[in-house]
């Protein structure tokens, strides 16, 4: 089993919707939670980032992390065609002083589409 | 601002020879980790570096990679004696120190084995 499941997708979507991509994780050891976004043949772009439970939201995107059943969330309101891409969870353990080691654990990536 | 540079962002070497990967950080940031994908799959984990040392490499094949990150210049993943299935996108990513920073990542080197 890996550490960090996540469907691969595809996933289409019209202009306007609201979408929910979402990871589940083994490792009670991870405490600290980011989605990045990858356009095709670019690297990793950050999106969010977070280390407690509940809702986080940055503009049109909202993080949901939920300790208790080990479950991370992403939310796109408003999806434009510009956010086709592929969206990557990850995690990471934190360390005492609540740092995290940075040694990330990413899910295998969701690629989205969302057409006009 | 300056975002992590990556080069090459090609390379084509053939079965037995060396690759050579470069990595720049972030201005500011004294720490860097090396990231393999494979066609179909998520980002795994090779190796992390500080300036001098190797922090953990656990993610590192054991044989025919190494990795360095020197006081001056840029880091370097070297691959010897490369075989096909090292074809991948190797990607390098920053941060200025571990905690509540996130990681920015180059643009990767896409490594072709002939």
């Known amino acids: 089993q890996k550490e960090v499941e996540q469907d691969p997708g595809p996933l289409s979507v019209p202009e306007g919707a609201i979408v929910s991509l979402n990871c589940t994780y083994s490792?009670?050891?991870?405490?600290?939670f980011m989605w990045y976004r990858q356009y095709s043949r670019k690297g990793p772009e950050l999106l969010m980032y977070?280390?407690?439970?509940g809702n986080k939201e940055d503009g049109r995107f909202t993080a949901q992390v939920d300790k208790s059943s080990k479950y991370i969330s992403l939310f796109i309101r408003d999806s434009q065609p510009s956010d086709s891409a592929t969206y990557l969870c990850?995690?990471?353990?934190?360390?005492?002083?609540?740092?995290?080691?940075?040694?990330?654990?990413f899910g295998q990536g969701t690629i989205l589409t969302v057409h006009p | 601002n300056a975002g992590v540079m990556q080069n090459p962002r090609h390379l084509v070497r053939r079965r037995g020879q060396e690759a050579r990967l470069r990595c720049s950080p972030m201005?500011?940031?004294?720490?860097v980790y090396w990231y393999r994908q494979l066609p179909e799959e998520g980002l795994k984990f090779m190796v992390y570096?500080?300036?001098?040392?190797?922090?953990?490499e656990s993610g590192m094949p054991k044989e025919r990679f190494s990795a360095e990150f020197p006081k001056e210049g840029p880091s370097i993943l070297r691959i010897q004696q490369v075989v096909r299935g090292d074809s991948a996108a190797y990607f390098c990513?920053?941060?200025?120190?571990?905690?509540?920073?996130?990681?920015?990542f180059g643009d990767g080197t896409r490594l072709s084995i002939l």
């Open positions: 201005k500011g940031h004294s720490h």
């Open positions: 490792n009670s050891a991870f405490q600290y």
């Open positions: 990513a920053s941060s200025p120190q571990p905690g509540y920073q996130p990681q920015h």
């Open positions: 570096l500080q300036k001098e040392n190797i922090i953990d």
């Open positions: 977070t280390y407690s439970s």
């Open positions: 990850a995690t990471d353990t934190l360390i005492a002083g609540g740092t995290s080691y940075g040694k990330l654990t």
